[in-house]
């Protein structure tokens, strides 16, 4: 029987935040409130933005999909029968990152690899902490298994997530194809992953059909193609909330199928608008790096420590997305993409097949959008500065390891200009 010590540390921080959500029905009912006014002295440097010149029905869209983001779902939506979140701002704070997290879990070797047999782990390899809707039984770790490693995904930021849709399919073949070329171990692959959604009422973003093979673009490992496919998973993965694109629960220990809101929870509309606000979320204006000794540009030292191998800084939109101010643009995405292998150190736990073709040592190279936003970088936020975190691009059989070298080799000043230039994104 599972208990939940292993996990309770860092579950503290979701169980606390959904602490009290399971009162009346909301009903999705937005109360829009106007922004606190800036303080003095502070420019437009805010996150929660949207792309300018969508005009003025889209920043309609925009404000209303806003509020559905940070809108907490109750019983009466839906909500459960478990559950991590009861909001997506509760792992995406202003569109941003985290504070809430998922953990992942699988069955491991000694070399702490996943091994093929996860019986172990019969309802998953994500943890699900919280209780709603007739749930009796949290999805936490088994107690004091070896052989059962934990690990730990913060919610990423959603900036500018409507650019890395429109970016075309071609262009990250492109830049597959010029890596596979390479001779210096950066060789990244798309991660083609089965469209695992109902069809969208809606196919003015696309035509997928569950069952079609696409390239993945969204989340840690690129696991899912499109945002509306994304916001239907988190919300049936984070909140276990159902909607016609992922109609039915996730398997749980006490084999429930519904919840405290008979039938399907949401509408396409719920999903749909969610799915909007973050496609309208603008890429934060860029910061001036000031006070930098380098005589280098920094935009030169990030192509010669190989930075901009894998987060290529411009990738072009496609000529039809329907977003017209996000079409047939130089988007500054900072990624490629593409999956690499960074080694065992960054390595997390989930069960094979659960991210795609993603192995459990593969990740998206993260885009470089609006990093100084947040406190903590790397999937699991283990880095607390922009050196920690190029520092921890490194391990055996990492892609990174000649780009860690380079900005080694540079002189103080290059790296420190290196790393103002990426806060500056
Ligand atoms: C319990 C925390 C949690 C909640 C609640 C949550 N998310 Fe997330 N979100 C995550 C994590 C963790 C990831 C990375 C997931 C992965 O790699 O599998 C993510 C990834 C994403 C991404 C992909 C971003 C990228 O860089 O590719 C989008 C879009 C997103 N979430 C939207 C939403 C929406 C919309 C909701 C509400 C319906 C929501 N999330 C609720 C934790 C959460
Ligand atoms: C081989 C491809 C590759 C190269 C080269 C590379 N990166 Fe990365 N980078 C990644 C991947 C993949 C991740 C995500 C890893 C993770 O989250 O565990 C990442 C993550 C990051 C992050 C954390 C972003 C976040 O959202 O927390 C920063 C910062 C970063 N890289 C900067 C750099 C800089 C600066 C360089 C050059 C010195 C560089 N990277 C070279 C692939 C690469």
């Known amino acids: 029987m599972a208990t939940r010590s292993v996990v309770l540390g860092l579950s503290l921080v979701v169980a606390a935040a ?12 937005v109360v829009v409130t106007p922004p606190p006014a800036e303080p003095e002295g502070t420019s437009v440097d805010l996150p929660d933005v949207p792309v300018a010149g969508i005009g003025e029905e889209l920043e309609r869209q925009f404000t209303e999909g806003d509020g559905l983001f940070d809108l907490p779902l109750r019983v009466a939506d839906g909500l459960g029968p478990l559950y991590t979140q009861d909001h997506c701002s509760g792992c995406h704070k202003s569109a941003g990152r985290g504070p809430g997290l998922v953990q992942k879990m699988s069955v491991v070797g000694t070399d702490g690899a996943p091994v093929a047999d996860q019986s172990k782990l019969p309802y998953g390899d994500t943890v699900h902490p919280l209780l709603a809707g007739g749930g009796k039984t949290p999805i936490a770790a088994p107690d ?19 650019y890395m849709e429109a970016v075309a399919d071609a262009e990250i073949l492109r830049v597959e ?52 496919d994304f916001t239907a998973d988190a919300f049936q993965g984070d909140m276990g909330i159902t909607s016609p694109l992922r109609p ?18 949401v509408s396409f509309g719920s999903v749909n608008k969610r799915a909007m606000y973050s496609r309208l979320l603008a890429i934060p204006k860029r910061r ?36 017209t101010v996000l079409a047939n643009v130089d988007a500054a995405v900072y990624t490629d993409f593409l999956l690499h292998d960074m080694g065992p150190d960054l390595a997390d736990a ?17 885009p470089l959008i609006g990093l100084r936003f947040n406190r903590s970088y790397m999937h699991d936020g283990r880095a607390k500065t922009i ?30 200009a290196l790393e103002a230039y990426v806060l500056s994104l």
């Not at 004091?144 to 409507?162: A, F």
């Not at 809606?202 to 899912?224: P, Q």
Request: glycine share 10%.
């Open 144 to 162: 004091g298994d070896p052989s059962i490693r934990v690990t730990t995904r913060l919610g990423p930021p959603v900036l500018g997530r409507g």
């Open 18 to 29: 959904g602490a009290f959500s399971n009162g009346a029905c909301s009903n999705e009912v």
């Open 387 to 416: 050196r920690e975190a190029i520092i921890s691009h490194r391990g055996q059989g990492s892609q990174a390891n000649g780009s860690v070298n380079l900005y080694q080799s540079f002189s103080t000043d290059d790296q420190q």
């Open 288 to 323: 001036p790096t000031t006070g930098i000794a380098s005589s280098v540009p920094p935009a030169k030292l990030f192509e010669n420590a190989q930075c901009a191998s894998c987060h290529v800084p411009t990738l072009r939109t496609r000529a039809d997305y329907p977003i």
């Open 350 to 366: 989930a069960r094979p097949g659960s991210d795609g073709t993603a192995s459990y040592r593969e990740w998206r190279t993260a």
């Open 177 to 228: 194809a010029e890596q596979a070329k390479r001779s210096d171990g950066i060789r990244g692959r798309v991660n083609w992953v089965v469209y695992a959604s109902e069809a969208n009422e809606d196919t003015s973003f696309h035509t997928h059909k569950k069952g079609d093979r696409v390239i993945g673009r969204f989340g840690l490992k690129a696991r899912v193609a499109t945002l509306d």
């Open 248 to 265: 039915s629960e996730f398997a749980n220990p006490d084999g429930l199928t519904d919840d405290g809101k008979p039938g399907v929870d």
